[in-house]
């Protein structure tokens, strides 16, 4: 079993950013992929991005409504995934969630999920 606790949500002014972090608990985090999600208010759950993770190079893949504003990274030794968000716009706005899964998958199959952490962009 996994747990993932994400921190890092706020409030931020349009333009600004943000860092999300999400850590793990128990499973080996290395070898999962880790992904970001979002659910905006009233809204279906949606995809942010993911990092592979394993032996081999890291790929990462992104949404397009956060390709070249948003930054996916890990670090294994500290069982941490995190989320960079630049230049952030009020459609940002979103309770963000971190997953982990073995393979690259339809997300609504991915095993772990964290409990979110809000992000607020004032316009």
């Known amino acids: 079993q996994v747990r993932l606790v994400e921190s890092g949500g706020g409030l931020v002014q349009a333009g600004g950013s943000l860092n999300l972090s999400c850590a793990a608990y128990?499973?080996?985090?290395?070898?999962?992929?880790m992904g970001w999600f979002r659910q905006p208010p009233g809204k279906d759950r949606e995809f942010v991005g993911h990092?592979?993770?394993?032996?081999?190079?890291?790929?990462?893949q992104y949404s397009d409504p956060v390709k070249g504003r948003f930054t996916i990274s890990r670090d294994n030794a500290k069982n941490t995934v995190y989320l960079q968000m630049t230049s952030l716009k009020a459609e940002d706005t979103a309770d963000y969630l971190c997953a982990a899964n073995f393979a690259v998958v339809p997300y609504k199959t991915w095993q772990f999920w964290g409990q979110g952490t809000q992000v607020t962009v004032s316009s």
């Open positions: 990092i592979t993770g394993g032996r081999g190079r890291l790929t990462t």
């Open positions: 128990g499973g080996t985090f290395g070898s999962y992929v």
